[in-house]
């Protein structure tokens, strides 16, 4: 193996969409998990997890929260799968300001996917525990990675997040002015 290389488990969820019925039980279970404190309400404005409903071609799509991102995509590419049309938002999980998925309704700040490694940790993510019809299921796959990415933690996202919408001064300030009140 390279010195800049190294193996890992790889975590994901994978979806079957001729087995999702658009139940959004992977909705509830993940809005739960992620309550404060844990499983005190249900609300599916705060899930990681999506499904979005394609009408006209009558198809439901479990999307999962990925990266933040602060500019939305520059081409609506349209993807022909087995005749159907999509369009490329239709499989996207990025959180970005062209549209309001994955955004915490009360802050506005951006949600991500964290394969409920939360405490208490999951065997596996709570949408794929919920869903009935093995639409989602869960994998483990060995890796070779070359660079180390950095991850960062939902705190950094929000921040990054914040930053990015007012700019570093503002937010600068306003952490001041909060350390000054406490």
Request: glycine share 4%; net charge negative; hydrophobic share 25%.
């Amino acid at each position: 193996m390279n010195n800049n290389s190294e193996k890992k488990i790889v975590k994901t969820i994978k979806v079957n969409l001729d087995k999702c019925n658009g139940c959004r039980a992977c909705e509830m279970a993940c809005s739960a998990f992620h309550a404060v404190p844990k499983y005190s309400s249900i609300n599916p404005a705060r899930s990681r997890i999506r499904v979005i409903t394609d009408e006209i071609n009558d198809e439901y799509v479990p999307i999962r929260a990925t990266d933040y991102t602060k500019a939305g995509c520059d081409g609506r590419r349209t993807y022909t799968i087995n005749g159907k049309e999509y369009s490329e938002c239709s499989f996207c999980g990025s959180v970005c300001p062209t549209r309001d998925l994955f955004k915490d309704p009360d802050s506005g700040l951006p949600l991500k996917c964290d394969l409920c490694e939360d405490d208490p940790p999951q065997e596996e993510p709570l949408c794929v525990q919920a869903c009935s019809l093995d639409a989602l299921t869960y994998e483990e796959v060995e890796k070779v990675e070359y660079e180390e990415s950095v991850k960062l933690s939902e705190m950094e996202l929000g921040l990054k997040s914040l930053v990015d919408r007012y700019g570093y001064q503002k937010v600068t300030d306003s952490f001041a002015r909060l350390s000054r009140k406490s």
